[in-house]
């Protein structure tokens, strides 16, 4: 039995290093396009090699899964075509004992997943975010993500609904005293076009449908005192040189730790208080839709392996390119349920941050129940 998990255990490992390598790197083009980029404009080389390393951990977190389920058909294809499979069942050996040192490597890569979203890939995220501010590259217009504050501008606070491309929609624009922080106007605008200008250095929003909020300023606080001004345009223009000179950046939802997403969670109500009720179960939402999109992709390499080894059996193929074809059959059923995730994480009545779990717990029990029959 010992000779025989070793030869599992091997046979699987060496294949799922081959996937992981060709998966990740295949991830990984963007980041090598971005690259040559960076070593165009004359950067160090140190600069060029933290750069792409950061882009790594990130991919990690989608190559690991399918790496997982790739080798799982491959082996198990190959084992059932070799009639190998039959082989150990003649000799007293069940399907459970034939699969657990696969189910094992598999929970042990889910665990490692798991660190790997939660604190490794947001970490160096937002460690790339920092170094290409500190290299001068990064997009200003990137920098207004929606669905959240933005307060990477000196002086301004912007809140932005809806963002596709250069277009905003539901956007708010607070002036913020440099010195005490307080809010001296507010600026809400029903869309509006943005627009970078290198030569000069600015950032311009042309906003539209436009209502200017003017608070007393003997009395800021006093609602009942504040004059509005609508407006059908209004030009708002940030300064490049104030954003490369402000050293703090802000972590957008993808660079929080699974930590720093569960202290906004909790705290959704006096984090975002100038919102809405409604805005602000919105970012709650969205919030909970990203910690448990990490958790369930973290969880899915367990899954796959318990989905792929019966699969795997009875496809009778030991050809790379079926399991290929079968891994990214399965792939796409469960990324459908992260799209569906992100598209309805601004309906928080419909509990989006819940269907991420759905191919997960229903490819557990499925996988179960199909290497019970196999049994």
């Given at each position: 039995?010992?000779?025989?998990?070793?030869?599992?255990?091997?046979?699987?490992?060496?294949?799922?290093?081959?996937?992981m390598?060709?998966?990740?790197?295949?991830?990984?083009?963007?980041?090598?396009?971005?690259?040559?980029d960076?070593?165009?404009?004359?950067?160090?080389?140190?600069?060029?090699?933290?750069?792409?390393?950061?882009?790594?951990?990130?991919?990690?977190?989608?190559s690991?899964?399918?790496?997982?389920?790739?080798?799982?058909?491959l082996?198990?294809g190959?084992?059932?075509?070799?009639?190998?499979?039959?082989?150990?069942?003649?000799?007293?050996?069940?399907?459970?004992?034939i699969?657990?040192?696969?189910?094992?490597?598999?929970?042990?890569?889910?665990?490692?997943?798991?660190?790997?979203?939660?604190?490794?890939?947001?970490?160096?995220?937002?460690?790339?975010?920092?170094?290409?501010?500190g290299?001068?590259?990064?997009?200003?217009?990137?920098?207004?993500?929606?669905?959240?504050?933005?307060?990477?501008?000196?002086?301004?606070?912007?809140?932005?609904?809806?963002?596709?491309?250069?277009?905003?929609?539901?956007?708010?624009?607070?002036?913020?005293?440099?010195e005490?922080?307080?809010?001296?106007?507010?600026?809400?605008?029903?869309?509006?076009?943005?627009t970078?200008?290198?030569?000069?250095?600015?950032?311009?929003?042309?906003?539209?449908?436009?209502?200017?909020?003017?608070?007393?300023?003997?009395?800021?606080?006093?609602?009942?005192?504040?004059?509005?001004?609508n407006?059908?345009n209004?030009?708002?223009?940030?300064?490049?040189?104030?954003?490369?000179?402000?050293?703090?950046?802000?972590?957008?939802?993808?660079n929080?730790?699974i930590?720093?997403?569960?202290?906004?969670?909790?705290?959704?109500?006096?984090?975002?208080?100038?919102?809405?009720?409604?805005?602000?179960?919105?970012?709650?939402?969205?919030?909970?839709?990203?910690?448990?999109?990490?958790?369930?992709?973290?969880?899915?390499?367990?899954?796959?392996?318990?989905?792929?080894?019966?699969?795997?059996?009875?496809?009778?193929?030991?050809?790379s390119?079926?399991?290929?074809?079968?891994?990214?059959?399965?792939?796409?059923?469960?990324?459908?349920?992260?799209?569906?995730?992100?598209?309805?994480?601004?309906?928080?009545?419909?509990?989006?941050?819940?269907?991420?779990?759905?191919?997960?717990?229903?490819?557990?029990?499925?996988?179960?129940?199909?290497?019970?029959?196999?049994?």
């Amino acid at each position: 039995m010992h000779k025989l998990n070793k030869y599992l255990v091997k046979d699987f490992l060496t294949v799922f290093a081959i996937a992981m390598l060709m998966i990740t790197f295949a991830f990984t083009i963007g980041a090598i396009y971005k690259v040559i980029d960076i070593m165009a404009k004359g950067l160090p080389f140190g600069i060029v090699g933290r750069f792409f390393l950061y882009n790594i951990p990130y991919s990690m977190a989608y190559s690991i899964p399918i790496s997982a389920l790739f080798s799982t058909l491959l082996v198990f294809g190959r084992l059932s075509s070799d009639s190998e499979i039959s082989a150990m069942k003649s000799s007293g050996l069940s399907m459970w004992q034939i699969a657990s040192p696969i189910i094992m490597i598999s929970l042990l890569l889910s665990g490692i997943c798991l660190y790997n979203n939660c604190i490794v890939y947001p970490s160096t995220t937002y460690a790339n975010r920092q170094l290409i501010k500190g290299m001068g590259v990064e997009d200003p217009i990137k920098l207004l993500e929606e669905g959240r504050f933005i307060r990477e501008f000196p002086g301004y606070m912007i809140y932005v609904g809806k963002k596709n491309k250069n277009r905003v929609r539901d956007l708010v624009v607070y002036e913020v005293d440099k010195e005490t922080g307080k809010v001296t106007g507010s600026v809400r605008a029903a869309s509006g076009i943005m627009t970078a200008d290198k030569e000069k250095a600015e950032l311009k929003i042309d906003l539209f449908d436009v209502r200017i909020e003017i608070p007393d300023p003997a009395a800021p606080d006093d609602s009942t005192k504040t004059r509005y001004v609508n407006a059908r345009n209004y030009p708002i223009r940030l300064d490049f040189n104030e954003l490369l000179g402000n050293k703090h950046i802000y972590k957008k939802r993808k660079n929080m730790t699974i930590g720093e997403l569960a202290y906004h969670i909790r705290n959704a109500e006096t984090e975002n208080a100038q919102l809405s009720q409604r805005d602000r179960q919105i970012e709650r939402s969205r919030n909970l839709v990203e910690a448990n999109q990490r958790i369930a992709l973290a969880l899915s390499p367990f899954m796959f392996a318990l989905v792929a080894i019966p699969l795997g059996i009875t496809s009778h193929r030991k050809e790379s390119s079926i399991g290929m074809v079968m891994s990214l059959g399965i792939m796409f059923i469960y990324y459908i349920f992260i799209i569906l995730s992100d598209t309805f994480d601004k309906s928080p009545d419909l509990y989006p941050w819940l269907i991420p779990w759905i191919p997960i717990i229903f490819g557990q029990l499925g996988g179960l129940f199909l290497l019970r029959r196999s049994n």
